[in-house]
C-alpha cells in the first residue's frame, strides 16, 4: 500500500499555456501535409505557398482527418473525402456539391510562427490569443552564420513519460548537474530572475575541471557562465557563450496527460566558407553530439519520478525551487 508522501501529488490541472514546438521547418516542402496528435487533440499541419498552417484535423462537414489524403492549394487545404477547401483561418472557401463557400461551420484554426527553423504552436485552453511573444530567431541564424539545424543539428524523443514543467524546475537544480550530468568542480548559481512570463538563470560551471583537455575545452578548463532563458513551460534556450557560443533549444510538447514529445535543436557557428546544409564538423559536431548525451541523462528520470508537490528539499535548495514553482503557476489557467 503507497503512502500519501509516495503518490503523485502534481498540483495544476489541464495543459500550460504557451508556445509548443511541433515540427522542424525544413521537414516539410511546400504542398506537404502532417497528421498531428497534441494537447490530447488530433491536428493538421501543412506548408502552404506561404507559410506553415495548422488546423484542427476533422473536416467540419463529416469528420474526415484532413492529415490523412488532404491536398493544399495556395495556403489553403482539401479535404480528401468531399472536397471542400479550408483556409488556413479557418473558414470554409469551396463547397463543391454547392459551388461556393459556407459560412455554415468553421474550422478551429492554431496561430503559429516560425523561428530558428522550427515551426511554433500557441495553445492555450481557454483559447486566449498569445499570452506572450512567440520565438524569434536567436543571433546569427537569420544571417546565415550558423549550421542548418535540420536534420543534422536535432532530435527528437516521442511520447516520453513526463510533464512539461519537470524541465524548468530542472533548471534550478543545480545539485543534479553532478549527479546526472557528472558535472565536477564548483557551480554557482548567479542569477534567478522573473520577468512575466520568462524567467533567466545563469549557472558559473568549470568546463573540463580536472582535465587537460576535453572535446569543448581544448585548450584546458575554462569558467563559463551558462545562461538560461525560459518561455513557459514550452521551451528554453540555454546559451554557451564559451568556448563556441551555441545554443540549446529544449522544447516539450504535450502529446496527452501524461507524456510529451521533447524536440532538441542545437544552434552552432559556421567556420570560414562553411556549407549551412552539411553536417557541423570539429568543435560544432562535439557540442551537438554533447548537447544529445545530456538530455538523454535526464529523460529517465523523466520519465519514472512522481511529483512531490511538498518535497523535503535542503536548504540550498528550496529558495529556487519555490521560486519556479511559482512562475510556473501563472501558465494553468484551468487552475483559475
Not at 530542472?170 to 545539485?175: A, K, T, Y
Not at 538523454?296 to 528550496?318: G, T
Request: negative net charge; proline residues 7%.
Amino acid at each position: 500500500m503507497s503512502s500519501p508522501e509516495t503518490e503523485d501529488a502534481f498540483p495544476h490541472k489541464g495543459f500550460p499555456s504557451g508556445w509548443f514546438q511541433i515540427a522542424w521547418a525544413d521537414e516539410l516542402a511546400v504542398g506537404d501535409v502532417r497528421p498531428l496528435h497534441y494537447f490530447n487533440r488530433d491536428l493538421v499541419l501543412y506548408r502552404g505557398r506561404n507559410g506553415y498552417h495548422v488546423l484542427d484535423a476533422h473536416c467540419r462537414h463529416m469528420g474526415a482527418h484532413l492529415g490523412h489524403g488532404g491536398t493544399v492549394v495556395g495556403d489553403s487545404i482539401v479535404c480528401p473525402y468531399h472536397g471542400w477547401r479550408w483556409g488556413a483561418d479557418g473558414r470554409n472557401e469551396l463547397v463543391p456539391l454547392e459551388k461556393k463557400a459556407t459560412d455554415r461551420c468553421r474550422m478551429g484554426a492554431w496561430e503559429t510562427v516560425v523561428a530558428n527553423q522550427i515551426v511554433w504552436v500557441w495553445y492555450d485552453a481557454q483559447g486566449r490569443p498569445p499570452l506572450f511573444e512567440g520565438p524569434v530567431d536567436l543571433p546569427g541564424v537569420a544571417e546565415g552564420e550558423r549550421y542548418n539545424v535540420y536534420p543534422h543539428c536535432t532530435k527528437s524523443w516521442r511520447k516520453v513519460k513526463t510533464r512539461p514543467q519537470y524541465i524548468p524546475e530542472n533548471n534550478v537544480d543545480v545539485e543534479h548537474l553532478r549527479w546526472i550530468h557528472k558535472a565536477k568542480g564548483p557551480i554557482e548559481t548567479t542569477r534567478i530572475e522573473i520577468d512575466g512570463y520568462k524567467m533567466q538563470i545563469a549557472n558559473n560551471i568549470t568546463y573540463g575541471f580536472g582535465k587537460k583537455s576535453t572535446r569543448l575545452t581544448p585548450d584546458g578548463p575554462i569558467v563559463v557562465e551558462v545562461g538560461a532563458e525560459l518561455w513557459g513551460m514550452g521551451f528554453q534556450y540555454t546559451f554557451f557563450p564559451q568556448p563556441d557560443s551555441a545554443v540549446s533549444i529544449q522544447a516539450q510538447t504535450p502529446v496527452d496527460d501524461e507524456h510529451c514529445d521533447m524536440f532538441q535543436t542545437v544552434l552552432v557557428m559556421g567556420e570560414d566558407d562553411f556549407n549551412p546544409v552539411e553536417p557541423p564538423e570539429g568543435m560544432a559536431a562535439a557540442r551537438v553530439r554533447e548537447q544529445f548525451v545530456q538530455i538523454e541523462r535526464d529523460i529517465p528520470i523523466w520519465e519514472n519520478m512522481k511529483y512531490i508537490a511538498n518535497a523535503s528539499l535542503s536548504p540550498q535548495e528550496e529558495k529556487a525551487m519555490t521560486i519556479v514553482r511559482h512562475w510556473a503557476e501563472r501558465f494553468y489557467p484551468e487552475d483559475a
